[in-house]
């Protein structure tokens, strides 16, 4: 029996499939429930905080108190949100949590002054549908640069990556760009990846090379998708990556039932409600 196709493809879908098309079935095909990561609870704060800082204080105002102010009305607004909820964290926990966050605003402003930034828009939505597939993706920021053109712009928390691997990570700001100029007319003529952790800056231009050859893999990529799910078959890619993947008991590469991972999981999803009180 096939599986139901994805209703978007972005490119954190892309990197998921192409990193491990199990993985990717378990979690967008199938929508099990993954282990919650402080990792990504610190870069959706961190990336909220930077939101808050460029659409609620002017050009002049955007200094260091103002970020720690956005950090704290960040994690307030983050209060009943299940990602963090089921973290759990001790009050030492969440002063580590709080401090790290802190340390990478504080990195951030070592990258560049925000008050010579023009932000035009902040996590920009965009989604349009091109070649059969319904692409989305969602933008950190868009700057409006001094030579008058567009810059896409993405914050990461972690670490930054090797020389060789850099390009790849810029593809998907590339797609962000091709997204860009379909949506509204007009091509960024640039995207940046701002590294807080390790204070790097990777940027490229954009050519229409670049945006070809974005659409070719994003159209690649969605009919390896269709297949998969018209087959039922999402192979496993064994990496490095395994040892943090929240399905790993049900991959058979470590003697783990794919079929049976929905089942099971409806059935502790099932046992957790019974016990809550009536």
Known sequence: ???PLPSTLTPSKISAFTSCPLSFRFSVVEHLPEVPSIQAVKGTLVHRA??????????GTRNRVAAEACLANAFAGMG???ELTELAL???????LLSDASGLLERYFELEDPNEVNAVATELD???????MTLRGIIDRLDRCENGGLAVVDYKTGRAPRLEQSRSRLSSLHLY?????????ERPSAVRLLYLRDRVILSADTTDQSLRGVHQRARAVWAAIERACEQTDFRPHPSALCKWCSFRAYCPVYGGDPERAAEEMASKLAGAAGTLPA
């Open 1 to 3: 029996m096939s599986l």
């Open 50 to 59: 930077l939101q808050l800082l460029f659409d609620e204080h002017p050009v």
């Open 80 to 82: 009943g949100e299940s």
């Open 90 to 96: 001790s009050v030492e926990g969440t002063e580590e």
């Open 126 to 132: 965009l989604c349009t549908d091109v070649s059969g």
């Open 177 to 185: 760009a091709f997204l860009c100029e379909i949506v509204t007319g």
